[in-house]
């Protein structure tokens, strides 16, 4: 068993490190029965210089804040890293060769069930995005001296979020950030659009402000050099590495079709010998010299005192979601926030005014605002990223990957619903809950005023998984005092009386809607109970249960949304889960028809979730009653 | 009142005329108290020279297939639009008056509401992405001679998507497209990433292939010029045009926080008198020399002979998918399709090998995809996009817009849910479902078997508004007759007896898991109805409602999809919405926990939703039988 280290690796050592990755991809892959050795062979000589001679990564200790991080944007090449964490000693060849069995964590693509692993890609287009983050992080926050490498496949320079990445990674001037792109020439079905133009890459990249290196991505020493010369940039550098899919073997190398295919078992020991058969080399990937303290403190250092407002004052929930957010930033020296260029809208801005440092702008980029609140968590950050809510559906791919990363993420999504009025449908978020309602393990909120948010902003900065806040544009009533609670999960009953004919179910302004609602039946002499289910998800199934009840069986829900997925389908959910639905009669009021431009109030009734549809659908069901 | 024609026209009338236009924007903007006069007035002059000298259109007939096509990807600047159309004499100056008035076609942002708009915009960097795929339907199905021009905004360059479209564009040599960019150097918040760096933006232009062309935006004998030069490229063309926001009137000349503000009414006659007062020119904007018929047959115009299959036999959706499509090519000219470079996982690709020039592949852009489909859409063609259910998420805010426009889109995801096996999480389509449902105009289907795909991809071709069909990797059982027939909103009772305690509700893979778990409880004394929901939206209420009362309120639904916003949350609406929840003892059965990578059955196994958890959720619900 040779045993390599930084000192003493040569150039044979090297090729020969190199081929041992491709065996090893092929034996993994062929193994699994699938998988994608040809995309791990074409990048192994890239991956075997850096492990062996410019990564610095402790395998025992990855949370060491001084490690450089390793993103595999192109995260179908997982059998080449989980060969290098092989050939670093971190997994056995056993378990190597579960690769993509059920319950081994060497998955299909990287995902954090592997510790060495910061963040789930196989959804093209986002390690890159996502390595600006890490890099942003590592300059503007930690700063301290680790790199952030990201190997790229040719592939996906076609996704726009990677030009957003170049864009951003300029823009912050981020030298810490080593791109490699393994420009293989072919894809799934078909050469890329540019196949081995590398100058096309370079110049691309040279006009976003990076610094590019072009090589032949199987001349170690090529390799090597482009490195060498990557590190002594004041800019980003693309590494352009020309390079042969499934190189090394005469039937695999640069064809086409062979994409995503594992070798057969008749033709890998084949394969395996033109590559020099197995070798047992393993690589001393030198660790960071030193081991400091994370560089944030978590948890409340400061003082915490946020805006209050007095029951009867007018305010709007994106207003009070910057007040707190502000008033966090006091209290929590971790908490950072980014925006899509719409602060003064969103009013992320009054936390931007007042921690510029912990602030980041993203401009009009909800892919790479995404990818950086998910590098920012990954790096112990505790990130709040915000648009327009109908903008975040730019960003639900990031978002959906973000939960398979475990991501710690809170996103917060303003101009909710028709409410918004004149600007008309395009900028109005209508999907936004079905949209982080379905995401595995999300917590989705949704005030009505201005205490109650900046309360829920401050329960999400404690959350893990990803939360969303929904907030609205214009002023709404204040109803709560200063000091109520509203824990996640929880909702208020916020009208009630011994002789509710009837329950009313509404979040956010159609809270205010409700409440508008049960004082004109009052006059009629109907009685409703109107729930503000601010807690969307999780929902309070107790207290609308019992008051389903304690109403007859009688429910209006009324949302200012399209009608699918949203807290129509979770009130209907959250019954069908606690086998409550016997005797239930439900009225759901959402968004019917498409919207235009117009006042909020007209909007509203026009989508038939203002206060005069939702008293008609209270007198509907007491219509029908015996 | 001056009337101008293209011949007549001077450098003199062409900077009155862009004053008119600011004059306008102001006036509409003012008068609704909403709007983007400053956004406006910095593309005026582009306009006027614009609509003045180059664009060919008819407003009588904005059907005839030779007009050219204007985008305003930077939706915001709505009042120079719409002041375009008055000075066209298109609408009247009381028409513009009601630019964000509840009920006026003029609304925040431009949507097909107004004849001559094509799609609708105001999520930025969706216009240009649509502009190439209508330039693509130019040049490549209609082959005529139009040319498309997209207003573009310089915040815009920030997403991504516009890098895609830059991309696409030059690879498909779309000497047709034109776009302006109006380099105001201001977003909404702050100054662009690269403010009136022109070289910046012509740097990567040309990196990408295109034309570019720098000019001072407010020199209307530069703007000919530029137009004039772009005309003679035989690439995209990008104008990059220096301009001040708000340009004109001395208190909103490049002045940072005006963005989207309306001038004060009290500021709105100084304004005005800045620029000259008001006008009234008229243009004369030339029409197309002739009127061609719509170049493609639309309807079934030859011979559809589709592959059948016999009940027994075994084959995966997504292949029928492919089936399908080919044999609907053959029957109809107008069928066109698209794929994000995964045509041979989607099985497009048979499509591809059969139609080439009807074939077009969109490379890992799935955003791009999307705006090419809306493109085609437009001029009437009948396009399917493809990708996995999973990546369709990346363009959820061009599907989201594309509602808005009205357009006419079938997207199919195939690699639905746990059921992919190895590849793992981030390839699983969970929350496409969700995202389905919640558009506007929806009709989502989800086929079991591959008769049935087939079948339903025919039904699409038909359909109005966003169509989407969920298909599966793997081989399934063939239970249908290849001439059975599946309307949308319809569904198969698959199984029943006299005897049924239970209805199972099952779409796509659930249905052969539902059947064996129906075998094994038949073994057990246990008869259970099998329902095949593969009209998932609209659903089949009164066969559900029916089937449930049959036996006793008692049902199972199972999906390949997270518990929010799929099939089991669309069960319990149509219940809902039906008034029939009473007696209702619904258990979901639905992922939960995130996978990993395994065996197909294994990961159903694992979420809970195998024929094992079906069965043994049909058994609780009778252990509660009285």
Redesign the interface.
């Known amino acids: 068993m040779a045993h390599v280290n930084q000192k003493t690796v040569d150039a044979t050592t090297l090729r020969e490190l190199a081929q041992q990755l491709r065996v090893d991809s092929i034996r993994a892959s062929t193994t699994?029965?699938?998988?994608h050795p040809t995309s791990s062979m074409s990048a192994a000589d890239l991956m075997a210089v850096l492990m062996a001679r410019y990564l610095r990564y402790d395998f025992d200790d990855p949370e060491n804040p001084l490690n450089d991080r390793l993103v595999f944007s192109k995260?179908h090449a997982s059998p080449l890293l989980y060969s290098m964490y092989k050939a670093a000693g971190a997994i056995t060849d056993e378990e190597l060769l579960s690769f993509?069995?059920?319950?081994?964590?060497?998955?299909?693509?990287p995902?954090p069930?592997l510790r060495w692993v910061d963040v789930?890609?196989?959804?093209?287009?986002q390690g890159l995005p996502i390595g600006v983050g890490l890099a942003l992080a590592g300059k503007h926050l930690d700063r301290l001296p680790y790199r952030v490498w990201v190997l790229c496949g040719d592939?996906?320079m076609?996704?726009?979020?990677?030009?957003?990445a170049f864009?951003h990674a300029a823009?912050y001037g981020l030298d810490n950030l080593v791109a490699v792109l393994d420009m293989n020439r072919l894809?799934?079905?078909?050469e890329?659009?540019d196949g081995w133009n590398g100058d096309?890459y370079a110049?691309?990249a040279?006009?976003?402000?990076w610094h590019a290196i072009q090589i032949d991505g199987h001349d170690v020493e090529e390799i090597d050099r482009a490195y060498a010369e990557a590190l002594e940039q004041d800019k980003p550098v693309l590494v352009i590495a020309r390079t042969r899919k499934g190189r090394g073997v005469s039937f695999l190398e640069d064809q086409l079709g062979k994409h995503g295919k594992p070798v057969p078992p008749e033709q890998a020991e084949q394969a395996i010998e033109e590559l020099g058969g197995e070798r047992s080399i393993t690589v001393e990937v030198p660790r960071p010299d030193r081991r400091p303290q994370p560089p944030v403190r978590d948890g409340f250092t400061g003082e915490y005192r946020p805006k209050r407002w007095e029951v009867g004052d007018s305010e709007a929930t994106r207003t009070a979601y910057g007040e707190g957010l502000k008033a966090l930033g006091a209290a929590r020296e971790d908490v950072v926030v980014m925006d899509g260029?719409?602060?003064?809208?969103t009013r992320a801005?009054k936390f931007a005014e007042a921690y510029p440092d912990r602030y980041f702008?993203m401009?009009?980029?909800?892919?790479?605002m995404v990818a950086t609140a998910v590098g920012m968590s990954v790096r112990g950050y505790v990130p709040f990223a915000s648009s327009f809510a109908?903008?975040l559906?730019?960003a639900?791919?990031f978002i959906?990957?973000a939960?398979?990363s475990g991501a710690n993420l809170r996103l917060c999504g303003s101009h909710a619903g028709v409410s918004i009025?004149?600007?008309?449908?395009?900028?109005m978020g209508?999907?936004d809950l079905?949209?982080m309602?379905?995401?595995?393990?999300s917590t989705v909120l949704y005030p009505c005023d201005a205490n109650q948010t900046v309360k829920l902003v401050r329960e999400m900065a404690g959350l893990e998984g990803i939360s969303f806040l929904r907030t609205t544009r214009d002023s709404t009533p204040v109803i709560y005092p200063a000091d109520e609670e509203f824990p996640v999960g929880g909702s208020k009953v916020v009208r009630s009386s011994e002789e509710d004919a009837v329950t009313v179910v509404a979040a956010g302004i159609t809270v205010h809607q409700a409440l508008r609602a049960a004082e004109e039946l009052q006059g009629e002499g109907i009685r409703v109970r109107v729930i503000d289910a601010y807690s969307v998800?999780p929902i309070d199934a107790r207290t609308l249960i019992s008051s389903a009840r304690q109403t007859a069986?009688r429910v209006v829900v009324a949302e200012d949304h399209?009608?699918?997925?949203?807290l129509?389908?979770?009130v209907?959910?959250a019954?069908?889960?606690n086998?409550a639905?016997?005797?239930?009669?439900?009225r759901?009021l959402a968004v019917s028809?498409?919207p235009?431009?117009?006042?909020p109030q007209?909007?509203l009734d026009?989508a038939g979730i203002g206060f005069g549809d939702i008293a008609g659908a209270v007198r509907s069901l007491l219509d029908g009653r015996a």
Request: charged fraction near 20%.
């Open positions: 699994a029965g699938s998988g995260g993509r069995k059920f319950g081994s964590p060497l998955q299909g693509h995902t069930a789930a890609t196989g959804s093209l287009g592939s996906e076609a996704e726009g979020s990677m030009w957003e864009q823009h894809g799934q079905t078909r890329t659009m096309a110049g691309r040279r006009a976003f402000g260029e719409v602060s003064d809208s801005q702008e401009f009009i980029a909800e892919q790479q109908a903008f559906t730019r639900h791919d959906r990957m939960a398979i009025g004149p600007d008309g449908p395009s900028q209508l999907e079905a949209m309602r379905s995401l595995h393990g998800k069986g399209w009608p699918e997925g949203g129509g389908e979770a209907l959910s019954f069908a889960e086998g639905l016997d005797g239930l009669r439900l759901h028809g498409m235009g431009s117009g006042k007209e909007l026009a």
